[in-house]
């Protein structure tokens, strides 16, 4: 039977995952008349992605007038934020881009102002050294972000998976994608390609046990990262695992609100534990929150509860009316719990863990990119929260446009065709995949079964508190199942998507293993805790652990943190710095 | 295969009296764990996928007419779970 036809798209610029990243990469693109195609997994632009349901906080310099409000003041404290792990280079130009971005967002129709003020609402949370966040209702946010990408005529590929990038010479030439409503696959040549599908979850046990209880959404699974690892490209901070506090049994967010709201953490003898583990208390960074909690789990203290009975009243229903914005479900959750924290402690759990950025701003992992937003392939873009330098929808937003202008310029004075698809390969890799359908074969493997073990060795041994044994264990654990990989089975185009996320998953707890192997110290308290290693070393560790696809698996380097990670590119550094050490 | 058959919570309740079956929250879903028949006025949505729901409450926010009740399985309500399993293993 000759091979079902292909849906073949050519276009200028492809973006893989229209959420808050992608939608903000395809703009400035879309403006400067470049045509842009996304991929997404979801079906409404305006809602898809980590945000569909609405955001309540923001991060961003508005140079209003006092110092700290300046990027030269922010920036100055990077540093400390980061505990020295950061692309200044790269962290600069997000930073400096910031006031611009947010004017712009606000111009798509985003009301950053508090009603109740007809003015910015600004707190201080996560170790900032200023009222940087901007607490507003986003329940709109990404619809007017979305909307703007429609308005400019971009085209949206809903109900469709990203499975592979298409590379030659390290350049990328373009990508293949499958609907999983339809089956129908497509071959997108493309002269830029933007790689913005978010962060991994779906990577470590949870309180609940209900494999799909995350705090940030289980639908994003690391495929950004693992295509463009597969593809060649430079990765770095990869050991850097993120976790934070949530109402124990449903991973939600909401210690954003919590903490700057004024709310206490008590462990079980009703002691408010936090100022011995930081001098800002329940203000220090979310890296610093969730390792003092699960110290004092370790030391026998728990459970711990978040305690809000001192806030005055008109706090607390300003909690309880806002209680929604960030989760919808919040509410209802309390309400089926029967628990009130207006007059109850909550009992608060750990969540599992996500490759994101480590509880701390501006320290991402993920895909390196330069201050264009380009990464070691050439041509490849990436940003948002598959990215080495991020902070959520602010970082995201900011990221994404420097990405997306990136694209423009990259594109100005680059003309002639594009290589021809090899529809060899492209029909091999698509039988691969659609091998996973078949049900007639010997033995087959269950995603989820899979991905069990995954979870179950990432949170045994590759979480919280690591050492040389533990890791090497995971290691050889996670590289028998890669060798089942083939087994896997999926009884429908659904789960044919499940699959292939079950494989980025895997491949990242990989990466993440042989890069906390590596990093032979303690950074950032429970980001990167090494029992064996226990003492951060400065200045010897202040580098960068960075991760490329070897012959015989991944090959592991580190570059000094003097210098932006774009050091290590080939393309900028033919022979160069890179993996040097 | 015995432990996909088990029943399995069902995430979010639809009131059958009260959908008026426009497909929106098919549409909405980010887990794609929703399946209405497009253009057929008569047919129900249904959940197919019950156990990858991440309980995110956009299928009952966008619903026109709230024919929509989330309903937390009893793990996440009484969660029992000892914390400290979290927390990783030494191995010496
Ligand atoms: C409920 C919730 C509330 C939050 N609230 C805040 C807040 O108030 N303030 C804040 O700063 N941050 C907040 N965050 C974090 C913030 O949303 C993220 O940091 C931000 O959205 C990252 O942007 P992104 O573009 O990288 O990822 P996303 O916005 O999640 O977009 C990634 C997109 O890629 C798509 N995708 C994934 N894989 C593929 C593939 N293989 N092919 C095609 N498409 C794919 C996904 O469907 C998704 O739409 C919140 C997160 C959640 C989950
Ligand atoms: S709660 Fe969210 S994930 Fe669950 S069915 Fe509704 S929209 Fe889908
Ligand atoms: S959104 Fe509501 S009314 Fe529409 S099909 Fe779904 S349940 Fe029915």
């Known amino acids: ?581 | 295969m015995p432990a996909e058959a088990k029943p399995v919570h069902n995430p979010i309740r639809i009131d059958p009296e009260v959908c008026v079956k426009c497909n929106l929250c098919d549409w909405i879903c980010p887990g794609d764990l929703i399946y209405k028949e497009e253009d057929n006025r008569e047919t129900l949505p249904v959940v197919e996928y019950p156990d990858e729901c991440w309980y995110c409450g956009l299928c009952q926010s966008i619903c026109p007419v709230d024919a929509i009740t989330i309903i937390f399985p009893k793990q996440m309500i009484q969660c029992k779970t000892d914390v400290t399993t979290l927390l990783g293993k030494v191995v010496e």
Not at chain 1, 229 to 246: D, I, K, P, Q, S
Not at chain 1, 281 to 300: K, Q, S
Request: aromatic content about 8%; overall charge negative.
């Open chain 1, 1 to 581: 039977m000759p091979p079902a036809p292909w849906k073949t798209i050519d276009t200028d610029v492809f973006v893989i995952g229209g959420g808050v990243a992608g939608c903000m990469a395809a703009i400035p693109a879309l403006e400067a008349g470049l045509d842009v195609v996304v991929a997404e997994k979801g079906k409404v632009l305006d809602h898809c992605g980590s945000v569909g349901c609405g955001v309540d906080h923001y991060l961003t310099i508005m140079e209003s007038g006092p110092e700290w409000d300046t990027p030269e003041f922010l920036l100055k404290h990077v540093p400390e934020l980061t505990d020295g792990i950061v692309d200044m280079a790269v962290t600069s130009r997000v930073i400096h881009e910031m006031p611009r971005v947010l004017r712009k967002i606000e111009s798509f129709g985003v009301n950053f102002k508090d009603p109740r003020y007809n003015d910015y609402y600004r707190l201080r949370s996560f170790g900032l050294p200023g009222t940087y966040h901007i607490n507003f209702d986003g329940t709109d946010f990404k619809k007017h972000i979305g909307q703007r990408v429609r308005k400019l005529k971009g085209t949206v590929l809903t109900r469709t998976m990203a499975v592979q990038l298409l590379v030659e010479d390290n350049r990328v030439y373009g990508a293949l994608a499958f609907n999983f409503r339809t089956g129908e696959w497509v071959v997108i040549r493309a002269r830029a390609i933007v790689m913005a599908a978010g962060e991994v979850n779906r990577l470590s046990l949870n309180a609940s046990g209900v494999a799909f209880d995350s705090w940030h959404t289980p639908y994003n699974t690391g495929d950004a990262q693992a295509m463009a690892y597969r593809a060649g490209a430079l990765l770095a901070n990869m050991e850097f695992v993120e976790t934070t506090l949530t109402p124990k049994g449903f991973s939600a967010q909401g210690l954003n609100a919590l903490v700057s709201e004024g709310a206490y953490f008590v462990n079980k003898s009703g002691e408010r534990f936090m100022f011995k583990y930081d001098e800002k208390g329940e203000n220090a960074r979310r890296a610093v929150i969730a390792d003092a909690v699960i110290n004092e789990y370790l030391l026998g203290n728990g459970p711990v509860y978040a305690d809000c009975r001192h806030l005055p009243p008109d706090v607390l229903d300003h909690m309880e009316a806002t209680l929604q914005v960030d989760r919808y479900t919040m509410p209802a959750f309390y309400e089926q719990k029967h628990l009130d924290f207006k007059t109850e402690p909550v009992e608060v759990s750990i969540s599992e863990l996500s490759i994101r950025r480590s509880g701390v701003y501006f320290r991402g992992s993920g895909l390196a990119v330069d201050t264009d937003g380009q990464t070691s392939i050439s041509g490849l873009f990436a940003a948002g929260d598959c990215a080495t330098v991020s902070g959520g929808i602010a970082g995201a937003s900011v990221l994404g446009h420097v990405a997306g202008e990136g694209v423009a310029a990259f594109l100005k004075d680059r003309s002639g065709a594009l290589p021809e698809v090899d529809m060899e390969d492209a029909n091999a890799i698509r039988e691969r995949a659609m091998a996973h359908l078949e049900t007639e074969r010997e033995q087959t493997l269950s995603w989820k079964a899979f991905e069990d073990q995954t979870r179950r060795t990432v949170s045994d041994y590759v979480g919280v508190r690591r050492n040389d044994k533990g890791l090497r264990l995971a290691l050889d654990t996670l590289r028998a199942l890669a060798a089942r990989e083939p087994e896997l089975r999926a009884d429908d185009l659904h789960g044919l998507m499940r699959v292939h996320e079950s494989k980025s998953i895997r491949m990242n707890a990989e990466l993440m293993a042989e890069c906390s192997l590596t990093r032979t110290e303690t950074r950032t308290r429970s980001s990167h805790r090494r029992l064996d290693y226990p003492d951060t070393k400065d200045p010897e560790w202040r580098r960068f652990v960075t991760v490329t696809r070897g012959d015989e698996g991944p090959r592991v380097g580190t570059v000094t943190c003097e210098n932006a990670l774009a050091a290590a590119f080939d393309r900028l550094n033919p022979g160069g710095v890179a993996n040097a050490g």
